[in-house]
């Protein structure tokens, strides 16, 4: 199954500030860069290049579906929609632009360019899929218990987590985790337990699709 399956898969704010570039600067040509910002950590010996090609073009595929396209609709605040229909239709009808993807030194040098209106949906999903692909590479490297100790101290971990925030319920938190996640099967997992174990103070997550 691809990492990134549907174009809400991101945080909500990249749809504001969308509309707002869609409104103001559409046509205006851009680039985004990724920027390894941990030299050691040689991503392209522990991710192979044609995996994360064929990932990064299967987004290129992705459309809203009715489905998603109704959510948005639905997103009212302050009493009136947030996203204006002639955006929401500009969505339904977004492919991602294209892409560059190279290796150097180790790492990989990945370039997204194109419309402002359009590349700006790249960010975030291409971050989360080189962290879920750098993750799944690491788990490979174990055996099938040591992936279930893995699971087990991450699961040992999050309630260690929650006990402590039960103590402080004057804390409130949300999550904020896609671009640097596990995995969407993991972040999944920890905002429906922060829900359930936390209904006071968890105020929900920036990801659309799992919101």
């Not at 360019?113 to 949906?121: H, M």
């Not at 996640?181 to 920890?190: G, N």
Request: aromatic residues 14%; hydrophobic residues 40%.
């Amino acid at each position: 199954m691809p990492i990134i399956s549907s174009l809400l898969d991101v945080d909500f704010y990249k749809f504001t500030m969308g509309q707002l570039v869609w409104k103001k600067y559409p046509d205006v040509p851009v680039k985004y860069s990724l920027v390894n910002r941990t030299k050691e950590a040689r991503l392209a010996d522990w991710i192979d290049q044609s995996e994360l090609l064929r990932e990064l073009e299967h987004v290129r595929t992705v459309r809203l579906n009715k489905t998603e396209s109704h959510y948005l609709r639905g997103t009212n605040e302050y009493g009136e929609r947030m996203f204006c229909e002639p955006y929401l239709q500009f969505l339904e009808g977004l492919q991602l632009p294209p892409f560059q993807l190279e290796v150097a030194d180790g790492n990989f040098r990945m370039e997204f360019f194109g419309k402002w209106s359009e590349a700006i949906y790249w960010e975030t999903i291409a971050l989360s899929i080189l962290n879920e692909m750098y993750y799944r590479a690491q788990m490979q490297r174990l055996s099938e218990f040591g992936k279930d100790v893995i699971r087990a101290t991450g699961v040992l971990r999050l309630n260690q987590k929650f006990d402590l925030l039960k103590n402080r319920p004057d804390i409130t938190f949300c999550d904020f985790g896609t671009r640097r996640r596990f995995s969407l099967a993991w972040q999944d997992y920890v905002v429906g337990n922060a829900f359930r174990e936390l209904p006071k103070q968890f105020l929900g997550t920036s990801n659309t699709y799992l919101a």
